[in-house]
């Protein structure tokens, strides 16, 4: 594989972060502090196996930093770049839903939370 087949991988590797709803619910939940496992599965209203699963996959791929305060796990944004991609998309998406104002203020707030 050539280099630039080599960083488009990487590339796409790193987007797949975003591929899963469920990995932009705890990357809500954690962009503008590091929560523990419990307080990021209260929030997103997801089980623990599943958000501890998401977890690890992002920790594994170098988007979030992990720490260790007892028995406890807390996790956070490692990467702004991450979070800042994030931002933008919102923002994107948030510009296509004229006709559902609902949907738009909900983004609205989704955004305002991620600054």
Same mark, same amino acid.
């Given at each position: 594989?050539?280099?630039?087949?080599?960083? +488009?991988?990487?590339?796409?590797?790193? +987007? $797949?972060?975003?591929? *899963?709803?469920?990995?932009?619910?705890?990357?809500?939940?954690?962009?503008?502090? *590091?929560? $523990?496992? #419990?307080?990021?599965?209260?929030? &997103?209203?997801?089980?623990? &196996?599943?958000?501890?699963?998401?977890?690890?996959?992002?920790?594994?791929? #170098?988007?979030? /930093?992990?720490?260790?305060?007892? &028995?406890?796990? +807390?996790? #956070?944004?490692? @990467?702004? &770049?991450?979070?800042?991609?994030?931002?933008?998309?919102?923002?994107?998406? $948030?510009? *296509?839903?004229?006709?559902? /104002?609902?949907?738009?203020? $909900? +983004? /609205?707030?989704?955004? @305002?939370?991620?600054?």
């Amino acid at each position: 594989m050539d280099v630039l087949g080599a960083v +488009f991988e990487s590339g796409a590797r790193y +987007f $797949s972060i975003l591929s *899963e709803p469920a990995r932009l619910r705890i990357l809500h939940s954690i962009c503008q502090e *590091e929560k $523990s496992v #419990g307080q990021i599965v209260v929030e &997103t209203e997801m089980s623990q &196996t599943n958000v501890s699963r998401h977890l690890n996959m992002m920790y594994q791929a #170098g988007a979030l /930093k992990r720490r260790r305060d007892g &028995t406890q796990v +807390f996790y #956070g944004v490692s @990467d702004s &770049t991450l979070t800042d991609l994030c931002r933008s998309v919102c923002v994107r998406v $948030s510009a *296509e839903l004229d006709g559902d /104002k609902n949907l738009k203020r $909900s +983004f /609205k707030v989704l955004i @305002d939370e991620l600054r």
